[in-house]
């Protein structure tokens, strides 16, 4: 899986030059606020009615146990029901294990799996299964014999349902962590009281899987063209919403950001984090797919942006990455959802969109509208060529 991609460098002063002014987040925030103040001076008062409600997130209105159980039985959500229900998963507080489980596999298409389970893969597959099975666990349900089988049998029965891929290493991270959050045992407390061995339902688990794979199989397939799209789209929006932590990496002599972030995707993001955030990230990604990745790995570089500029030496940044940041971010995002901040954090970061968000931002898109009009305020332009050409040659 270690796979590199060669991207061209950005960050040089020529380079700097070459892309749009209007682009950069390299400008400094203070400078940013006189621009806006400028561009608002020139909108009609249609246009700046507009921008105030861009700014304003309008509250989500949760859904209650009844309409959660009516919404089990149904296979197809429109914009808004995805929104209401990803608002009430993450701050909804006492939803019922098996009611959440129940919303989960309403997006998933079961089959018959037995076929599945009753042969046998490749050699070669089987080895590097059993190799890779026994350093999956990092939670201590994980380290039992019950665990152990199932993980093992749910990957074998994959790689005969899809033989075009087998099995990678990293499938075993996302497997096990959809039969942590799919096990009974663990997750209903009054189930555990009763101290009996609950028989878990394997053929759930793998189709679960399945569902999931559907999305990945670009980065399990030879030449993983899946991690080269991702990164390369990973970097344009880091270069419109976080400039600076790119060119930081840069001169850290980070210039493959495969390096950095090519394990977050092989893994879902799951990898040695607790359960309660693997949950919050297979709920969000069954919602919004692979767009939630993307836009929560951006948001959460921002979140950390002041931090990350601050390492300068390449044995700082990677364990923060690698170990450190998701499972930092998510402690603050516990923080928010006991002050009832977390689904407007989410709505501000974009975690909500059906694609990637780009980062285009308020500066652009009025400009935009300021040039359909064949109408360009010089002071703005002004401004914004002194501070932003001043802060590239190093004299502010």
């Not at 229900?85 to 309403?106: F, V």
């Not at 297979?282 to 921002?302: K, P």
Request: contains cysteine; glycine residues 4%.
């Amino acid at each position: 899986m270690k796979q590199s991609t060669k991207q061209e460098r950005r960050g040089s002063f020529d380079s700097q030059l070459s892309n749009s002014i209007f682009k950069s987040n390299f400008i400094a925030l203070d400078v940013k606020k006189q621009i806006d103040d400028q561009i608002i001076n020139y909108q009609g008062d249609d246009e700046f009615e507009m921008l105030e409600k861009q700014q304003k997130n309008i509250p989500i209105l949760l859904f209650n146990n009844d309409q959660l159980i009516k919404l089990n039985k149904k296979q197809n959500f429109g914009d808004d029901q995805k929104l209401q229900l990803a608002a009430t998963l993450i701050q909804q507080r006492g939803i019922k294990y098996l009611q959440r489980k129940a919303i989960w596999m309403t997006f998933i298409e079961k089959g018959d799996a037995k076929k599945y389970f009753s042969k046998q893969p490749p050699q070669q597959v089987e080895q590097q299964i059993k190799k890779d099975i026994n350093r999956t666990g990092y939670d201590d349900k994980m380290n039992n014999n019950k665990y152990i089988n199932l993980l093992h049998r749910i990957l074998r029965a994959y790689a005969i349902y899809n033989p075009k891929i087998g099995y990678t290493q990293g499938m075993n991270v996302i497997c096990g962590n959809i039969i942590l959050l799919l096990s009974i045992d663990g997750n209903d407390r009054e189930l555990e009281l009763d101290n009996f061995e609950v028989i878990e339902d394997e053929e759930e688990m793998f189709w679960m899987f399945v569902h999931l794979m559907k999305s990945m199989e670009d980065l399990f397939i030879s030449g993983v063209p899946g991690i080269h799209r991702r990164i390369k789209q990973l970097e344009q929006m880091i270069q419109n919403r976080c400039n600076e932590i790119l060119l930081h990496l840069q001169s850290n002599n980070i210039d493959n950001l495969c390096q950095c972030f090519s394990q977050y995707y092989f893994t879902m993001l799951m990898q040695k984090q607790e359960k309660k955030f693997a949950r919050l990230i297979l709920e969000m990604f069954l919602l919004y797919g692979e767009a939630f990745i993307q836009n929560f790995i951006v948001g959460t570089l921002q979140f950390y942006q002041f931090k990350i500029i601050k390492m300068n030496e390449l044995e700082k940044l990677m364990p923060f990455f690698r170990d450190t940041m998701f499972s930092s971010y998510y402690q603050e995002l516990k923080k928010l959802k006991k002050q009832n901040l977390i689904i407007q954090h989410f709505q501000q970061n974009h975690y909500f969109d059906k694609d990637p968000y780009l980062g285009i931002t308020q500066i652009e898109s009025n400009i935009e509208k300021q040039q359909k009009r064949k109408f360009i305020p010089e002071k703005i332009l002004n401004l914004l060529t002194k501070n932003w050409f001043g802060k590239i040659l190093g004299q502010q």
